[in-house]
């Protein structure tokens, strides 16, 4: 799966609002435990901690998605694109279960709009236990086909998230899919997945992708959100909507991103989203 680097590129005059305004909304998903521990202890302390591999929502987060139904379903529908890890998809779910258009959505599961590969949080455990339960015939429709066109096999789309680390060398990326195809054979993911996060630790790198390479992501989806709409981006009657994650839309939102040479922190201009949080986002 290949991420374009756009450089020299300008930011649009309007970036975002915290409105829902827009044609194109992003939500971020409901609250978690991780969430929690993060705020208590820093990411930089849980981290590593394998049981939240592809956490799911709390109580609080459940609460929260089905609140924004209050939002959602006063909106027509154009498209809706959700990451493929288990707390959007399950907030993509409860946002759109009780939506009048609900038999016609078909959600676009996009491996582009997951969050940043930093912690065991970040990682999904079994992809093809996500598919399972989320899909053509659950009760919001969900559409896998971009892993099947842009990953060749199980082990592929179960690890897609290595494409995006940039911080490791093509070794030891290497090393790591053999591990964790051992590791799925075996269902001991969770392990796995904290000893990737252990390995980044002690040789101290920051975040397995950079936020460089997240900032790149931010850019291609919204490249594909242009080809995808290029004739009704000027209509706001049907809204698309982009169940995502903090990050991402932290580096979908900052003008400041576009001219910083090195990323090594979260720009100080982007929109820090609440969970279920919606925003507008603006393309030019």
Request: net charge positive; proline share 2%; charged share 30%.
């Amino acid at each position: 799966m290949k991420i374009e680097k756009y450089d020299n590129i300008k930011p649009p005059e309007k970036i975002y609002e915290r409105n829902t305004n827009g044609k194109i909304l992003y939500i971020r998903h409901g609250k978690t435990e991780f969430n929690i521990l993060q705020q208590k202890f820093g990411s930089e302390n849980v981290k590593t901690l394998g049981k939240y591999t592809d956490g799911i929502l709390n109580d609080e987060g459940k609460e929260q998605a089905k609140s924004a139904q209050k939002i959602i379903n006063n909106f027509k529908i154009e498209k809706v694109y959700c990451s493929p890890l288990r707390r959007t998809l399950e907030t993509c779910l409860l946002i759109f279960e009780n939506h009048p258009e609900r038999n016609n959505i078909i959600v676009e599961v996009c491996p582009y709009i997951t969050e940043l590969v930093n912690c065991a949080y970040d990682i999904p455990k079994y992809i093809e236990d996500n598919k399972k339960e989320y899909n053509l015939n659950s009760k919001i429709k969900f559409d896998w086909s971009n892993f099947d066109k842009y990953f060749k096999s199980n082990d592929e789309e179960n690890f897609f998230y290595l494409n995006f680390i940039d911080t490791l060398s093509k070794e030891e990326i290497q090393t790591k899919f053999n591990n964790l195809v051992e590791a799925r054979k075996k269902r001991k993911m969770s392990d796995e997945v904290s000893n990737l996060t252990i390995y980044a630790k002690e040789k101290n790198i920051k975040t397995l992708e950079s936020f460089k390479h997240l900032f790149y992501r931010t850019l291609c989806f919204k490249k594909l959100l242009e080809n995808n709409h290029k004739d009704s981006l000027l209509d706001n009657q049907k809204k698309i909507i982009v169940v995502t994650h903090k990050a991402f839309i932290n580096f979908s939102t900052s003008k400041l991103a576009y001219n910083m040479e090195k990323i090594d922190k979260n720009p100080e201009d982007c929109c820090v989203t609440n969970n279920c949080e919606f925003i507008s986002l603006y393309l030019n």
